[in-house]
Structure formats: structure tokens, C-alpha cells
């Protein structure tokens, strides 16, 4: 069984830790080498998010059984070969197409991964490991820090990619080895299964649930406009730019335990609170690079980190209490705003970075949507204790 929680974890190491987030420090070599701009380098993290939305709605029409499987290997493969594709060329066109195949294989990776190693946790009745399978997306970061910053001056930005391509197969074998569906039960199991089934409860959207969809649609539009150019906003301000890579590695560091503090604080002091207190974390750490401060730039690489998967775990765990037991459809759809958020938040603000020259407005714009996404939240906690005194408490949940 523990094969299949490391499995889990390096699924997410390769699909999040590289496949979405290597592009970040890399970044600022491929423009220094290529001359790619700041506008077309949002543009590609914005393409890659495409991917990954578009792929999050296609992946969940897939079967239990060999098709999952099938289908998480394809992703697999995927994922190998547009990481260290991206090394072989130098054309935008190529890039792009890479980078949104990339997306559509996290996707994959990360939804069937996961799914089918919580899965297998489930069948051996070890459902208290499953915290620890979200470790997978800040070792990914931290691990992809780590080599561009160690390795990136004496490889280049073409052997990063390619170097991190070959790791990835590593990691992949692995997770093709360890991560799977079991063979499909009997026919006779089958229908007892189904019989015992009850039907999916029906889910009629309240006033809070629609205000957590709205903070999380400006949550995946705030956050990753830092998750996106961090490490290009400290290499252009000198007193930060020999922290660039090193930071990125902090804020995966930082990322590893997120999920799984911010989720005591959730039991602590009630979902609601703890999640407009990531949010208002956040916000600071998104602001502390335009003071171009070297500590600030770490701090804000802990705050970053420390709060984006935290946030996740906190909105999922919060959907599900506001549900009533449709958790399926709300995950669904939290998937799907935070999706479209990351697809529109890079553009604008690599255009603007473009015109200014500056991350400044970039940066002001992004904490400004995740405080307003806590904003919204303070109304949904307001508005879920008028309906229920207890909510602020419980869905705000000790659950």
C-alpha cells in the first residue's frame, strides 16, 4: 500500500511540481536567451491552463476500470514528451502547442492519479494517509527549484527541460508501476455494489456556496499571476535577482505541509475564518516583491507557498459541507472556476507587465482579486450564520 501512496505522490510531482509549474523558473533564461516577452510568456501559461481545464472536464467522462487506467498511462506519456520537447525548439507556435498538451496531461495525471490512489487508500483502510498525497505538488516545486537553481547556469534553459523530461520518465515508471485500477469485480459483485448504492442527492446552489465559487474563480485568476512570473519578477530587480530560482524552491518547500495545516486551522477556528485568513495571507505575500527587498522575497515565496494548496484544501472541504452531499458536482465545479481564473488572470497581466514595464500593477492587481475573493467569503460566513448560528462553527465546520 505504500507503493501506491508514492506512487500518488511523485503522480503529483510530475502532473503539478513540473508539468505546470517548471515553466516558472525557467522562465526568465528562455526570455534572456530567446527573447521571448513578458505578454507572450502569459500567453503560454495561459494556454497550458486551457489545457488544463479543458482536460479536468474530459477526464471525468472516463470509466472506472482498464480505461482509467489506460487513460492515466496515455497522460503519462504525455506529460514525458511536452516537458522535454520544450527543449528542442525555440518556436512560440511550439511552444504553445506543448505547453497546452502539458495542460491536458496534468489533468489527467492529477485527477485519475489522485482519484485512483485515494482509491486504493481506501480498499486497504488507510484513509489517514491521504493528507500526505498532497505533499506531491510542493516536493515537485521544491524539486524543480532546486535543479534550475543548481543546475540551470551550466545546462541552460533546453537542458533544464530535458533534464527535467528524463526525471519525469523516472518518476512516471514508478507511478505506471504503482498507480492503477484493480481488474473489474464479478458481475455478481458488481450488482451488489450498485444495489447497495443510494442515489446522488439532489443540490440546489445556496447564497454561500455561489460567494465560495466566486472567491475561488478570483483566487485561480489572483494566484497565479505570482504562481506564474515569481521567479521573473525577482530576476528583474537587482537586489533580488540571485534569490530567483532559489525562491521557487521556498515556496515548494513551504507548499509541502500547506494542505495539511491550513486544514487543522479549518478544524481550529472553522473553515470560513481560516479560509479568509489564507486569502489575506496570501494577498501580503503577493505584494511583498514590489518592496524588492531580498527578505521580503523569500517571505513572500513562504506565503505564497504556504497558502495556494492550502486554500484548495480548505474550499474543497468547505464545498462539500455546503453540498449537503453532492460533493462530486461541487468539486466539479470549483475545478472549473479556479480553471477559468488561471486561463485569464496571466494575460492581462503580462500585457500590462509589457506596456509598464513593471510587475507592480501586475502584482497590485492580483492581491486585489484575493482580497476580494475574501471579501466575498466574510458575506458567504455572514450569510451561512443567518441561515444556521452553528454554520460559522461547522461550515465553518470543525468537520
Same mark, same amino acid.
Given at each position: 500500500?505504500?507503493?501506491?501512496?508514492?506512487?500518488?505522490?511523485?503522480?503529483?510531482?510530475?502532473?503539478?511540481?513540473?508539468?505546470?509549474?517548471?515553466?516558472?523558473?525557467?522562465?526568465?533564461?528562455?526570455?534572456?536567451?530567446?527573447?521571448?516577452?513578458?505578454?507572450?510568456?502569459?500567453?503560454?501559461?495561459?494556454?497550458?491552463?486551457?489545457?488544463?481545464?479543458?482536460?479536468?472536464?474530459?477526464?471525468?467522462? *472516463?470509466?472506472?476500470?482498464?480505461?482509467?487506467?489506460? *487513460?492515466?498511462?496515455?497522460?503519462?506519456?504525455?506529460?514525458?514528451?511536452?516537458?522535454?520537447?520544450?527543449?528542442?525548439?525555440?518556436?512560440?507556435?511550439?511552444?504553445?502547442?506543448?505547453?497546452?498538451?502539458?495542460?491536458?496531461?496534468?489533468?489527467?495525471?492529477?485527477?485519475?492519479?489522485?482519484?485512483?490512489?485515494?482509491?486504493?487508500?481506501?480498499?486497504?483502510?488507510?484513509?489517514?494517509?491521504?493528507?500526505?498525497?498532497?505533499?506531491?505538488?510542493?516536493?515537485?516545486?521544491?524539486?524543480?527549484?532546486?535543479?534550475?537553481?543548481?543546475?540551470?547556469?551550466?545546462?541552460?534553459?533546453?537542458?533544464?527541460?530535458?533534464?527535467?523530461?528524463?526525471?519525469?520518465?523516472?518518476?512516471?515508471?514508478?507511478?505506471?508501476?504503482?498507480?492503477?485500477?484493480?481488474?473489474?469485480?464479478?458481475?455478481?459483485?458488481?450488482?451488489?455494489?450498485?444495489?447497495?448504492?443510494?442515489?446522488?442527492?439532489?443540490?440546489?446552489?445556496?447564497?454561500?456556496?455561489?460567494?465560495?465559487?466566486?472567491?475561488?474563480?478570483?483566487?485561480?485568476?489572483?494566484?497565479?499571476?505570482?504562481?506564474?512570473?515569481?521567479?521573473?519578477?525577482?530576476?528583474?530587480?537587482?537586489?533580488?535577482?540571485?534569490?530567483?530560482?532559489?525562491?521557487?524552491? *521556498?515556496?515548494?518547500?513551504?507548499?509541502?505541509?500547506?494542505?495539511?495545516?491550513?486544514?487543522?486551522?479549518?478544524?481550529?477556528?472553522?473553515?470560513?475564518?481560516?479560509?479568509?485568513?489564507?486569502?489575506?495571507?496570501?494577498?501580503?505575500?503577493?505584494?511583498?516583491?514590489?518592496?524588492?527587498?531580498?527578505?521580503?522575497?523569500?517571505?513572500?515565496?513562504?506565503?505564497?507557498?504556504?497558502?495556494?494548496?492550502?486554500?484548495?484544501?480548505?474550499?474543497?472541504?468547505?464545498?462539500?459541507?455546503?453540498?449537503?452531499?453532492?460533493?462530486?458536482?461541487?468539486?466539479?465545479?470549483?475545478?472549473?472556476?479556479?480553471?477559468?481564473?488561471?486561463?485569464?488572470?496571466?494575460?492581462?497581466?503580462?500585457?500590462?507587465?509589457?506596456?509598464?514595464?513593471?510587475?507592480?500593477?501586475?502584482?497590485?492587481?492580483?492581491?486585489?482579486?484575493?482580497?476580494?475573493?475574501?471579501?466575498?467569503?466574510?458575506?458567504?460566513?455572514?450569510?451561512?450564520?443567518?441561515?444556521?448560528?452553528?454554520?460559522?462553527?461547522?461550515?465553518?465546520?470543525?468537520?
Amino acid at each position: 500500500m505504500i507503493r501506491a501512496l508514492i506512487g500518488g505522490v511523485l503522480v503529483l510531482v510530475v502532473s503539478m511540481g513540473v508539468g505546470r509549474f517548471a515553466f516558472t523558473p525557467i522562465l526568465p533564461a528562455m526570455q534572456a536567451a530567446t527573447g521571448l516577452g513578458t505578454d507572450a510568456a502569459g500567453l503560454l501559461a495561459s494556454l497550458n491552463y486551457l489545457g488544463y481545464f479543458l482536460g479536468a472536464l474530459g477526464v471525468g467522462l *472516463v470509466p472506472q476500470g482498464a480505461a482509467r487506467t489506460a *487513460v492515466f498511462r496515455t497522460a503519462l506519456i504525455a506529460s514525458v514528451t511536452s516537458t522535454a520537447g520544450m527543449g528542442f525548439t525555440d518556436d512560440l507556435a511550439a511552444w504553445a502547442a506543448l505547453r497546452f498538451v502539458a495542460g491536458l496531461a496534468s489533468a489527467g495525471l492529477f485527477i485519475l492519479g489522485i482519484a485512483m490512489t485515494l482509491d486504493a487508500l481506501a480498499r486497504a483502510g488507510r484513509e489517514s494517509w491521504t493528507g500526505w498525497l498532497y505533499t506531491g505538488v510542493g516536493l515537485g516545486i521544491a524539486s524543480s527549484g532546486l535543479f534550475v537553481a543548481v543546475m540551470g547556469g551550466r545546462l541552460g534553459w533546453r537542458g533544464d527541460w530535458l533534464w527535467l523530461g528524463v526525471a519525469c520518465l523516472g518518476f512516471g515508471t514508478l507511478s505506471w508501476l504503482w498507480v492503477g485500477d484493480p481488474p473489474r469485480e464479478s458481475g455478481h459483485a458488481t450488482a451488489q455494489t450498485a444495489a447497495r448504492a443510494s442515489p446522488a442527492p439532489a443540490f440546489r446552489p445556496s447564497v454561500p456556496m455561489v460567494l465560495l465559487t466566486l472567491a475561488y474563480f478570483l483566487e485561480g485568476a489572483g494566484y497565479i499571476v505570482t504562481g506564474t512570473f515569481l521567479v521573473a519578477i525577482l530576476k528583474t530587480m537587482p537586489e533580488t535577482a540571485p534569490l530567483g530560482a532559489a525562491a521557487w524552491m *521556498v515556496t515548494g518547500l513551504a507548499a509541502m505541509p500547506s494542505g495539511i495545516l491550513w486544514a487543522a486551522a479549518g478544524r481550529r477556528f472553522g473553515l470560513w475564518r481560516a479560509l479568509i485568513l489564507a486569502h489575506v495571507v496570501q494577498a501580503v505575500g503577493i505584494l511583498l516583491p514590489i518592496t524588492g527587498s531580498p527578505a521580503a522575497a523569500v517571505l513572500s515565496a513562504v506565503l505564497f507557498g504556504g497558502t495556494f494548496v492550502g486554500i484548495v484544501t480548505l474550499s474543497f472541504t468547505l464545498g462539500r459541507h455546503l453540498s449537503g452531499g453532492a460533493s462530486a458536482r461541487v468539486i466539479g465545479a470549483l475545478t472549473a472556476v479556479y480553471g477559468l481564473g488561471q486561463i485569464i488572470g496571466p494575460v492581462p497581466a503580462g500585457l500590462v507587465v509589457a506596456r509598464t514595464g513593471s510587475f507592480d500593477s501586475a502584482l497590485l492587481g492580483a492581491a486585489a482579486a484575493v482580497l476580494a475573493g475574501a471579501l466575498l467569503l466574510a458575506a458567504g460566513a455572514w450569510m451561512a450564520g443567518r441561515r444556521d448560528p452553528a454554520a460559522v462553527a461547522l461550515g465553518a465546520g470543525r468537520g
